[in-house]
């Protein structure tokens, strides 16, 4: 079989202070994702990014955040790529990016939905607080049946690997169980810097909202292979699409079948665009095989042909171009 790119796109835990701020800078294309998430959104990413802290932790401002800079990795490593991918696959959040790149929704389709998406989870999240943890080193199933008898509200929201599997619900109950976890053999509950309870029956307001949303959104099938969330099988129809996006809010992300499917599709180079390497090492769990690059916005400015130094220093000359810092947010 021959061997295929796929691209991955992670969820809202990627994010980062400063993220998207050099390629916004330099990347004309880049730049163009920035000011259409303004337009659509009323609001700029670019200043949560630059802010950073308890601004960029919200997830009304972190998710729209994270979908800016992701597609703005995109069309940066896409203008100097040669050869196309074969896949595109996004964790939760990061979905919205890979269907973008693959042909099913438009940019400005993306934000929009965004918008919907965050503050409906955000407004779920305020009459119970909401947690998420990852937890390492115990199998999903003695995980769903520890979480089970904890009495409380909490659930598994996602398997990554077989033994790495993450639980959402209300914080109280997202704390005991990461307790009785630990005191059952798991090696470490880490909680995730998320404050709802995503992926869980908490967002079925969340949910409903998004779902009349999406309901008029046009949609396209997928010029990519894209596997779903939900059990990773290639998303190919319209109607599959829209689901996924309104019925993802509920259900575990499923994140294994995800990276199996894209194996079995031949992909033994993966670049995940994102901020930060989120995917990467899950990746090399799955297919030990494969390859995996990460790319720094720094990293791609370069590629493009920019200088990047400090703030006051960036200058980009590709194709008689030109670029400086200091571009408004």
Known sequence: MRESTGL???????AARGMG????DLVPAAAAIFDLA???????VLDACR??????????????AVLACELAHFVAWDATNREAPAAAAGHSLGQLAALVVAGAIDVEAAFSVVGVRALAMQAA????AGAMAAVLGMRAARVREICRDAGGAVWVGGVNWVDHVVITGERRAVVAAGHRLLEAGAA????L???????????STAARRLREAVSRLPIREPHLAVPSNLDGSLLQRPEAVRRELWYGLLAPVQWRSCL????GLGCRRFVELAPRPTLTNLVARALPAARVACPTGDELARSYGCTVRGEEERTCVRSGGSGTAGRSG
């Open 260 to 263: 199996l499917t894209l194996g």
């Open 38 to 44: 303004r337009t659509t959104l009323g609001d700029s």
């Open 8 to 14: 991955l796109f992670p969820g809202q835990g990627c």
């Open 193 to 203: 810097t998320i404050t709802v309870a995503a992926h869980s029956p908490m967002m």
């Open 188 to 191: 470490r509950v880490v909680p």
């Open 21 to 24: 701020m050099v390629l916004a």
């Open 51 to 64: 802010r950073g802290g308890p601004d960029l932790e919200e997830t009304l401002h972190q998710q729209p």
């Open 125 to 128: 999240g305020t009459g119970a």
